[in-house]
């Protein structure tokens, strides 16, 4: 009776965790798809504000300044994917003439086989942009270093940590990043989406049904063997 009863409750324990990894895909999902409609939103409208809007740290919002980017090394996100090929997103420190500094995305450049990273410029004397304002991507499992210095002129980093990188540069960074405006003539390859190397919500849903799935087999399963089947 007693080992019926063990078995039992870690039955419905283990359907416990797959019920609570299946409501937090759900959640996900909801998350991700409010931040399409939100970003949808903001194209609908087109709303122009400043450069230093980039303070405010939640939300979207088009914005459109001028100012210049800093002297300093250009930063490299790894491990980021355009179609089928993987590379690098370029971002750099940009000064506006009113506001204080944030990342600018320049977009997308691919790695070749043997990793080695591309030459890039950052565009010099007066700019004037607009673009998308928005959270900096998502870190994911933060592990090791946030960046590595691979040369003086160019760090690697494994995710955008503005904290880190605050300190590294020696810069107040602002809490959002502008995605540049893609027809705009400088930068690299790029677009507006808000969701790159991440799962759509979809995906989420997906996951979370089968989550719940397997927490409510989980569950028959330990009730007919803990509660209704009998000893022969």
Sequence with gaps: MKT??????????LAAGFAGLGQWQLGRGIEKQQMLRDVESVMARKQVLPLSAAGKPLGYDWVQGSGRFLD???LMLDNQ???P???????????????????VDLGWLALPGDRRLPEVSVPSGPQSLSGLLGPPPSTGLALGPAYTE???????????????LSTGLRLSLAPRV??????????????LDVLPNT??????????????????????????????????
């Design 4 to 13: 019926r009863l063990a078995l039992l409750a870690a039955g419905l324990l």
């Design 72 to 74: 300093g090394p250009v």
């Design 81 to 83: 994917r355009r179609g």
């Design 85 to 103: 090929a993987v590379g690098v997103r370029v971002l750099a420190a940009f000064q506006p003439t009113d506001g204080e500094p944030l990342l």
């Design 150 to 164: 691979s040369t003086p002129a160019t760090w690697l980093l494994t995710r955008v940590d503005l904290p880190a």
């Design 178 to 191: 502008l995605r540049l405006d893609p027809a705009l003539p400088i930068g690299y390859a790029r677009d």
């Design 199 to 232: 799962l759509p919500p979809e995906r989420h849903r997906g996951y979370a049904v089968q989550w719940f799935g397997l927490a409510l087999a989980t569950l028959l399963i330990s009730l007919y063997f803990g509660i209704f089947r009998r000893r022969p």
